[in-house]
């Protein structure tokens, strides 16, 4: 049976090495300036597409607040039953009411 010990060490990196005076020939190089280039004029805004008035103007300071009066919003306006919530409750809905509780198995 053979026993196996691992041990790792952490090394800290060296040290950084500090900036030396290079005394070399080196050669320097001027450019010329830029020219300027013309900047681009701004152009006159065109007008936005336009779009049917929203019914009524919320201000909100959260989202959460916001969300829960365009609901009241929505709620508000009256809608047509769709075809298929009719089969659904025609389907689903007892037709004379609930049960009472005591009839309940």
Known sequence: ??????????????????PRAVEIA??????????????PKA??????PSRPP???????T???RLK???????MAQPREPSPE?????ARNVRPGGPLPPECKP
Do not use: C, D
């Open 54 to 60: 929203l019914p009524t103007v919320v201000v909100a």
């Open 85 to 89: 919530m009719e089969a659904f409750f």
């Open 26 to 39: 080196a050669a320097v190089v001027v450019h010329a300036p830029k020219p300027e280039r013309p900047r």
């Open 1 to 18: 049976m053979t026993i196996i010990v691992a041990s790792y060490r952490y090394k800290h990196p060296p040290p950084k090495k500090k």
């Open 62 to 64: 959260n989202q959460k």
């Open 43 to 48: 152009k006159p805004a065109a007008a936005p």
């Open 68 to 74: 829960r009066l365009r609901a009241e919003l929505r």
